[in-house]
């Protein structure tokens, strides 16, 4: 089957770093996505994996290792702004692309 | 300028009742998707269209019809409403498919069955 798991909640204080972990089984794989949602919101895309290693995009990094089905999402110098949720989602080369969704990790930044 | 587009952005209706929610993209891609967002936060993907053509269509009910009248818009028709639906949809774009392209997600529609 396919499965996208993620920890339901992380909290953290303003300035620190938080690594959110996602581990993923698909039938077929064709990159990893990260999308931040603030509560009611729309998903917003931050980062897109599909080669192994750290992709660096200011505040935020995303590492990618397919042999272990396993990325993680870096918020460094966080930002009461930062709290939101964050969802994994593996592209599966099945079916044109489908997107499979974790549930998201809820980040908490507290003062 | 809004990229990706949906209307409402909240509806309340009976069950049973048949409704439908519109979507439009100005961002001149070729793909579109309807996602339902359920009360445990996972988004998971319905339906997706390439250039009005149908790829995706997921295990949904068939109380729920997609229109792709051009590759700008995608509606999203529901008949007979149940209470299981009430949830948040989610139209989005990409520029082509497979979509390795970023997507773009619209505001959400929350529907609420009673």
């Known amino acids: 089957g396919q499965n996208i798991d993620q920890p339901t909640e992380m909290t953290a204080t303003e300035g620190a770093i938080v690594q959110i972990n996602c581990t993923y089984q698909t039938s077929g794989f064709n990159g990893l996505f990260w999308y931040q949602q603030h509560a009611g919101e729309a998903p917003t895309f931050l980062s897109y994996n599909v080669l192994d290693g750290l992709e660096e995009k200011g505040r935020f990094s995303s590492f990618l290792s397919r042999s272990k089905g396993y990325s993680y999402l870096l918020l460094k110098e966080l930002q009461m702004k930062d709290s939101a949720s964050y969802l994994c989602a593996a592209l599966t080369t099945d079916s044109w692309g489908k997107f499979q969704f974790g549930a998201g990790t809820q980040v908490v930044v507290t003062p | 300028d809004t990229a990706v587009s949906q209307t409402p952005k909240y509806l309340v209706t009976q069950m049973g009742n048949d409704k439908s929610i519109k979507c439009e993209q100005n961002l001149g891609h070729d793909t579109m998707y309807w996602y339902k967002q359920d009360s445990k936060k996972f988004l998971k993907i319905m339906f997706s269209?390439?250039?009005?053509?149908?790829?995706i269509n997921e295990t949904v009910p068939n109380r729920f019809s997609p229109k792709s009248p051009d590759k700008a818009h995608l509606n999203l028709h529901i008949n007979s409403l149940e209470l299981g639906d009430s949830a948040v949809y989610f139209c989005a774009s990409s520029l082509k498919n497979p979509a390795t392209d970023t997507q773009y997600f619209g505001p959400g529609t929350r529907l609420t069955v009673l």
């Open positions: 269209y390439n250039n009005k053509e149908l790829i």
